[in-house]
C-alpha cells in the first residue's frame, strides 16, 4: 500500500515539534508491513516585498528534499499572502505540488492520497487525486474545522472536498460532531485517536523532576502555543491566587510579550517560566514534573498535550472544549472548568490539595499508543484505496 501524505505541518530541523504529531503517526504507518508513505510538505512563502522580513524569508532555507527518519520528504514552496490570504492557499499549493505529485505517482504509483489537515490540506488533496486519479481522504485536527470553516471562502471548499473524498477521519468523538453539524456526512467520518509513546511517557519521580528543574513547590505546567486561542493568559492571572505556585509555559508564539507584560503587571513575573519551543523528547520529564498541565484553549481537537500529561500520571485542567469530556472521565484524570482566572484557581487548587495517584491518573490513557493508531489507519486506508477515485 503506497500512500502520498500531504501536509502543511511537518517537522523539519529548523523547526523540529512543527506538526510532530503528524510525523509520529506517518513514521508508526511505515512500521506496519506492506505499507510506504511518501510525504508531500508544502512551506509558505510570502510573495515580495513581505518575503523580505526575516520571519517570512526563513522557509527559503528548507530542503527541497530530504530523509526523515525513514520518510521521503519533499517541501515545494508556495506563495501565500500572510493573514488575508487563507481563501487562495489550496489552490496556490495545488500549483507548486501538482508537477511534483504527478512525477511521484509515475515512478512510485500511489494508493491514496492522505492529506493530513482539513485545511489548506484537503481542497488541495482533492484537485490533486483528480488529476491522478486517486482516492483520498482528509483527517480534521482542530482549528481547520472550527476556524477554517467559519472562514469567507474556505467554507464551500471544505465542504466540497468532504463530498468527494473516499473517507474522512477526527480526532476526537466532539470534532466528528462539529463536522456534522458544519454540514458533512457523518457516515463518512471515522473517530481516529492520537497515537502515545507508553515507553517515554511514563510517571516518574515527581519530587526528583522537580528538583532537577530548581522547583519545590507546585508546578503547573501548559503546553502549546502562545496564541490569543490557547488563553495561557487566564493561567497567568489564576496564578495571582495560588501562591507559591510556579506556571512554565513550554511553547513560542505571537502573544508571548503580551503574556511577559501581563505576568510583570500582575506581579507574578517571578513565577512564570517561559521555556520557548521545548523538543518533544524533553517533554516526558516536564510532564512528570508538574502537579497540573492546564491548557484552556477556545479550540482545540484533542490536544496531544492532555494525553501525554495523562500518561505521565499529571492530572489536567482544561476548558470544555474539543474531545476533553472523552478524556476526563475520572475525577483522577483533572478538572472541566469555565474560561476564567477564578475557575482556573480553583480547579488547580483542587488538585494541589488533593492530588490523585499517579497510576490512577495514567490508566486513564492506557488505550493510546501509535501502535494502535497505526493499526486503525492502515485498515481505514486499506478500505479507501478500493473505492472510486473522486470526480468532478
Known amino acids: 500500500m503506497r500512500v502520498l501524505t500531504l501536509s502543511t505541518l511537518f517537522p523539519s530541523n529548523s523547526r523540529p515539534n512543527f506538526g510532530i504529531f503528524v510525523e509520529r503517526q506517518t513514521a508508526a504507518l511505515t512500521a506496519v508491513p506492506d505499507f510506504a508513505v511518501t510525504v508531500i510538505n508544502p512551506i509558505s512563502v510570502a510573495p515580495w516585498p513581505l518575503s523580505l522580513f526575516q520571519e517570512q524569508s526563513a522557509p527559503r532555507?528548507?530542503?527541497?528534499?530530504?530523509?526523515?527518519?525513514?520518510?521521503?520528504?519533499?517541501?515545494?514552496?508556495?506563495?501565500?499572502?500572510?493573514?488575508?490570504?487563507?481563501?487562495?492557499?489550496?489552490?496556490?499549493?495545488?500549483?507548486?505540488?501538482?508537477?511534483?505529485?504527478?512525477?511521484?505517482?509515475?515512478?512510485?504509483?500511489?494508493?491514496?492520497?492522505?492529506?493530513?489537515?482539513?485545511?489548506?490540506?484537503?481542497?488541495?488533496?482533492?484537485?490533486?487525486?483528480?488529476?491522478?486519479?486517486?482516492?483520498?481522504?482528509?483527517?480534521?485536527?482542530?482549528?481547520?474545522?472550527?476556524?477554517?470553516?467559519?472562514?469567507?471562502?474556505?467554507?464551500?471548499?471544505?465542504?466540497?472536498?468532504?463530498?468527494?473524498?473516499?473517507?474522512?477521519?477526527?480526532?476526537?468523538?466532539?470534532?466528528?460532531?462539529?463536522?456534522?453539524?458544519?454540514?458533512?456526512?457523518?457516515?463518512?467520518?471515522?473517530?481516529?485517536?492520537?497515537?502515545?509513546?507508553?515507553?517515554?511517557?511514563?510517571?516518574?519521580?515527581?519530587?526528583?523532576?522537580?528538583?532537577?528543574?530548581?522547583?519545590?513547590?507546585?508546578?503547573?505546567?501548559?503546553?502549546?502555543?502562545?496564541?490569543?486561542?490557547?488563553?495561557?493568559?487566564?493561567?497567568?492571572?489564576?496564578?495571582?491566587?495560588?501562591?507559591?505556585?510556579?506556571?512554565?509555559?513550554?511553547?513560542?508564539?505571537?502573544?508571548?510579550?503580551d503574556y511577559q507584560a501581563l505576568a510583570e503587571r500582575l506581579g507574578v513575573a517571578d513565577r512564570v517560566r517561559f521555556m520557548g519551543s521545548v523538543p518533544h523528547g524533553d517533554l516526558p520529564p516536564l510532564c512528570a514534573a508538574a502537579d497540573v498541565m492546564a491548557l484552556v484553549s477556545s479550540s482545540e481537537g484533542l490536544a496531544n498535550a492532555w494525553v501525554e500529561s495523562l500518561a505521565c500520571g499529571t492530572p489536567i485542567v482544561a476548558s470544555d472544549v474539543g474531545g476533553i469530556r472523552e478524556l476526563v472521565k475520572t475525577p483522577e484524570a483533572g478538572r472541566i472548568v469555565a474560561q476564567t482566572p477564578d475557575a482556573v484557581a480553583a480547579a488547580i487548587g483542587h488538585i494541589l490539595a488533593k492530588p490523585p495517584s499517579r497510576e490512577a491518573v495514567a490508566a486513564n490513557v492506557s488505550r493510546f499508543s501509535w501502535d494502535e493508531n497505526a493499526k486503525q489507519l492502515a485498515a481505514f486506508f486499506r478500505q479507501v484505496a478500493t473505492m472510486p477515485a473522486s470526480s468532478s
Open 61 to 257: 532555507a528548507f530542503t527541497i528534499e530530504e530523509q526523515w527518519g525513514e520518510l521521503d520528504v519533499y517541501r515545494p514552496r508556495f506563495t501565500a499572502i500572510p493573514k488575508v490570504g487563507g481563501r487562495w492557499n489550496p489552490r496556490m499549493i495545488t500549483n507548486a505540488i501538482l508537477p511534483l505529485a504527478e512525477t511521484l505517482h509515475a515512478e512510485i504509483g500511489f494508493d491514496v492520497i492522505d492529506a493530513e489537515f482539513f485545511y489548506p490540506d484537503g481542497p488541495a488533496a482533492m484537485r490533486v487525486a483528480e488529476v491522478l486519479g486517486l482516492p483520498f481522504t482528509i483527517k480534521a485536527r482542530g482549528a481547520d474545522i472550527h476556524h477554517w470553516g467559519q472562514q469567507p471562502g474556505c467554507t464551500a471548499q471544505i465542504l466540497e472536498a468532504a463530498d468527494r473524498a473516499a473517507g474522512l477521519l477526527a480526532v476526537s468523538a466532539a470534532l466528528k460532531a462539529d463536522m456534522v453539524a458544519l454540514g458533512i456526512d457523518a457516515k463518512k467520518i471515522m473517530v481516529h485517536y492520537t497515537g502515545l509513546d507508553q515507553s517515554r511517557f511514563v510517571p516518574r519521580d515527581r519530587a526528583a523532576e522537580k528538583a532537577k528543574l530548581g522547583i519545590s513547590g507546585p508546578l503547573i505546567l501548559s503546553v502549546g502555543a502562545l496564541i490569543p486561542r490557547k488563553r495561557q493568559d487566564l493561567l497567568i492571572a489564576a496564578l495571582t491566587e495560588l501562591p507559591g505556585a510556579t506556571l512554565m509555559l513550554a511553547g513560542r508564539g505571537e502573544s508571548e510579550r
